[in-house]
């Protein structure tokens, strides 16, 4: 049992279920799960939070905020490099497999793909649209799919010609979308009440869709730290 000194917001656990973060704005505290005591200092998340995600190794957070994304270490609490910066709020920071890679999307209508090593921006946005667009990473990092408000879904790789578009089934209230892992070019489009797999490639629907047994809070969809 770990007891705090004043009443605790979300608690998360790592995903090696070795450390647990309790938020506390504005900070959150680090703890070592086996011994309970405090693994580093508190996180000092500096701005409100809009999303989360880890890094594989459960060595660093990735929280995202009014107009940046912070990547701290867990062994110190502090940041792993400066704030990775946008013109408007972030969503949904997305970690490539092999944790080298960062997608960030943002109401300013840019998508910045980022090293996870440096913090440096691999590259230079080629596209903006009208306001934010969910975004979702493949697994190797390499590939950004952008799922516009107007329709089309917007596929763009580092070094490659312009973004490529295509259509794919869309649930009604879609939130944001995931590749499945194991399954380099599938990936799960996910609304309120069901979700779609289809082919990243050429947008046709595949099998391993589902509904929920009831539509979920819109809120919950999307995860706030």
Do not use: C
């Not at 000092?44 to 929280?63: C, H, K, M, Y």
Request: net charge positive; aromatic share 8%.
């Amino acid at each position: 049992r770990i007891r705090f000194a004043s009443s605790a917001g979300i608690i998360v656990v790592t995903p090696d279920g070795k450390t647990l973060l309790v938020r506390r704005k504005p900070f959150v505290e680090v703890f070592e799960l086996e011994t309970r005591a405090p693994k580093s200092a508190p996180l000092n998340l500096r701005e409100a939070s809009t999303g989360w995600a880890f890094t594989p190794d459960s060595q660093r957070l990735i929280v995202s905020g009014v107009r940046m994304a912070q990547v701290f270490d867990l062994a110190t609490g502090r940041l792993a490099f400066p704030p990775l910066m946008h013109d408007g709020p972030v969503y949904e920071p997305q970690v490539s497999e092999d944790g080298r890679r960062l997608l960030t999307s943002s109401s300013d209508g840019f998508a910045r793909l980022w090293d996870l090593q440096t913090g440096r921006l691999l590259a230079e946005p080629t596209l903006q649209t009208a306001q934010y667009s969910p975004a979702a990473l493949s697994a190797d990092g390499s590939q950004v799919l952008l799922f516009t408000r107007a329709g089309p879904v917007l596929r763009l790789q580092v070094g490659a010609p312009p973004a490529t578009a295509f259509r794919v089934p869309s649930p009604h209230a879609f939130s944001r979308a995931t590749f499945v892992p194991d399954a380099p070019h599938t990936v799960l489009h996910l609304s309120n009440d069901r979700a779609v797999a289809f082919d990243a490639v050429s947008g046709g629907e595949r099998a391993g869709g589902f509904s929920y047994p009831r539509p979920l809070v819109p809120n919950l969809v999307r995860t706030l730290f």
